[in-house]
């Protein structure tokens, strides 16, 4: 099974932003860990980032008949991307959003979800293991079909 890991606007800065929300590793070590977790569960895991919402849009499309799943975690653009949205919507790929740190129990604006109704689910409050819980939730979905 193919899942494509999406990471949007300031992923990139994890292990130097914020450490008491998102943790100490840095990003490479996470993409390491997320493809060898993958790997220990039979999963091909492809991993993406970017700071700019059409990239992310494109490649969401682009992973259409590439990927049996998508894990998303939209960061900011969680929060009023219409456009990640209606991207999710159109490919027939089941999603789960992941967010690091429990956006429930931040700053009010961080308590929405544009992006979760595409989804089957929604995962935060784990740190990086809700990456996991997701891929674990996509193979066990993947079973159902």
Same mark, same amino acid.
């Given at each position: 099974?193919?899942?494509?890991? /999406?990471?949007?606007? *300031?992923? !990139?800065?994890?292990?130097?932003?914020?450490?008491?929300?998102?943790?100490?590793?840095?990003?490479?070590?996470? =993409?390491?860990?997320?493809?060898?977790?993958?790997?220990?569960?039979?999963?091909? /895991? *492809?991993? %993406? +980032?970017?700071?700019?919402?059409? #990239?992310?849009?494109?490649?969401? +499309?682009? @992973?259409?008949?590439?990927?049996?799943?998508? &894990?998303? !975690?939209?960061?900011?653009?969680?929060?009023?991307?219409?456009?990640?949205?209606?991207?999710?919507?159109?490919? !027939?790929?089941?999603?789960?959003?992941?967010? /690091?740190?429990? &956006?429930?129990?931040?700053?009010?604006?961080?308590? !929405?979800?544009?992006?979760?109704?595409? =989804?089957?689910? +929604?995962?935060?409050? %784990?740190? /990086?293991?809700?990456?996991?819980?997701?891929?674990? @939730?996509?193979?066990?979905?993947?079973? #159902?079909?």
């Amino acid at each position: 099974m193919k899942i494509m890991v /999406i990471n949007g606007p *300031n992923i !990139n800065l994890l292990g130097k932003r914020e450490k008491d929300i998102y943790g100490h590793m840095n990003y490479s070590s996470i =993409c390491e860990y997320l493809v060898d977790k993958g790997s220990e569960l039979g999963l091909d /895991i *492809n991993i %993406f +980032q970017s700071n700019i919402e059409g #990239e992310i849009v494109s490649a969401i +499309q682009e @992973a259409d008949g590439r990927y049996d799943g998508l &894990i998303i !975690n939209p960061a900011a653009y969680t929060h009023y991307s219409i456009a990640i949205l209606d991207a999710l919507k159109a490919v !027939n790929i089941k999603a789960v959003e992941v967010h /690091i740190s429990n &956006i429930h129990a931040r700053e009010e604006f961080r308590k !929405n979800s544009v992006t979760a109704p595409a =989804c089957m689910g +929604q995962i935060s409050g %784990f740190g /990086i293991y809700g990456y996991i819980l997701a891929m674990m @939730a996509l193979k066990e979905a993947s079973l #159902e079909d």
